[in-house]
C-alpha cells in the first residue's frame, strides 16, 4: 500500500523538482522541463508499442490497475472511451449517494461536456453536494481528465447549469469545507456486515460500519449526548448510542429515528485508486435536507 501511495504522489514530486529548477534560472528551469519531455515521451513510446502487441483483454486487465490506467490516459491509449471512463467513476459513488436519499446518472457527454442528472432528495442535502464536487474531481481528473465542463440537470428544473471544471475545482477549496483531504484506510473493506469500528484519521475520529454490502462512516459524536459513539451497536440499518440510546439510520444519512431530532455527521467514503477512503475536511460535512 505504501509503495502504491508514492506512486500516487510521483506527479507532485516532479512538479516540486521543475519548480526547485526555477530558482536557478529560466535556462536551468527549461532544461528541467525539456528532461522531463523526453523521458516521458520516451517511455510513451514503449508503452505504445506494448499495448500494440497486446490483445483486449489484457489491454482491459492493464487498464483495471489505476497506476497504468494513468499512464494509458496521458498517451491516448487508454482501451475505454470516455463514457464508460465516467460511467464507472459515478458507480464508485453511488452507494454514499444513496445512503443520502439519491442517485445520479449519466445522461451524455458531448464536446468535451459531461451532463448528469440527479435524483432523490440528494440535489439539496449539503453533505451531498459536497460529495458530488468530490466525485465529478475524480471523475475528471483520474478517470477523465479530457473533459473540460460539467453540465448539471436538477430534477426540478428543466433549464441546466453549465459549471466549468476549474469552478467547480476552485469551489471545493474555497466553499465554507476548505480543506478537503482524502485518506486511504484499507482496514475500511474488511469490516463485517453489521460491525462497526472508530478509526482515528490525522487526529478525526470516524466511526465506519458495514450496513450490507456499503461502507459507511460518521464523524465519532452523537448530537443526543454530545459523547463518543465508540461501543454503538448496528441493528440492521439503526445504530444506537451505548450511552443515551438515541437511534440513527446510518444507510439514510445518519437521520434520527423515533422522536431523535439530531442526525450524525456523515463523512464521505469513495474508492480511491482501488482502496476505500474518506474524506476528511476542516468542519463536519453536513446534513441532508
Not at 514530486?13 to 519531455?37: C, F, K, T
Request: glycine fraction near 8%; aromatic fraction near 4%; include cysteine.
Amino acid at each position: 500500500m505504501d509503495h502504491d501511495a508514492h506512486w500516487r504522489s510521483a506527479g507532485e514530486r516532479i512538479q516540486n523538482l521543475l519548480d526547485a529548477s526555477a530558482v536557478g534560472g529560466p535556462v536551468a528551469a527549461a532544461r528541467a522541463e525539456q528532461l522531463v519531455r523526453e523521458v516521458v515521451d520516451l517511455y510513451g513510446a514503449a508503452l505504445t508499442r506494448a499495448v500494440g502487441l497486446l490483445d483486449g483483454a489484457a489491454t482491459d486487465r492493464l487498464a483495471a490497475d489505476d497506476l497504468i490506467a494513468s499512464l494509458l490516459l496521458v498517451h491516448g491509449l487508454h482501451p475505454h472511451d470516455v463514457v464508460r471512463r465516467v460511467s464507472h467513476a459515478l458507480d464508485t459513488v453511488r452507494p454514499y449517494l444513496g445512503s443520502h436519499g439519491g442517485d445520479v446518472r449519466l445522461v451524455d457527454i458531448a464536446d468535451g461536456v459531461v451532463r448528469l442528472a440527479f435524483s432523490g432528495s440528494c440535489k439539496s442535502c449539503p453533505s451531498s453536494t459536497v460529495t458530488l464536487e468530490l466525485a465529478v474531481q475524480d471523475a475528471v481528473r483520474a478517470a477523465a481528465p479530457e473533459i473540460v465542463a460539467i453540465e448539471v440537470v436538477p430534477a426540478d428544473q428543466a433549464a441546466a447549469t453549465v459549471i466549468p471544471v476549474d469552478a467547480l475545482m476552485s469551489r471545493i477549496q474555497e466553499s465554507a469545507h476548505p480543506s478537503v483531504t482524502w485518506y486511504p484506510v484499507p482496514e475500511l473493506a474488511e469490516l463485517a456486515p453489521g460491525e462497526v469500528a472508530c478509526f482515528a484519521v490525522d487526529g478525526t475520529v470516524v466511526l465506519a460500519c458495514r450496513a450490507g454490502a456499503d461502507v459507511l462512516a460518521y464523524l465519532d459524536h452523537c448530537p443526543g449526548c454530545a459523547g463518543s459513539l465508540a461501543g454503538a451497536a448496528l441493528s440492521g440499518d439503526v445504530l444506537r448510542c451505548p450511552r443515551c440510546h438515541a437511534r440513527y439510520d446510518v444507510v439514510h444519512a445518519g437521520i434520527g429515528i423515533a422522536g431523535t431530532a439530531e442526525h450524525l455527521d456523515p463523512v464521505p467514503v469513495l474508492i480511491r485508486d482501488g482502496v476505500l477512503s474518506l474524506a476528511i475536511t476542516s468542519e463536519p460535512i453536513g446534513a441532508p435536507a
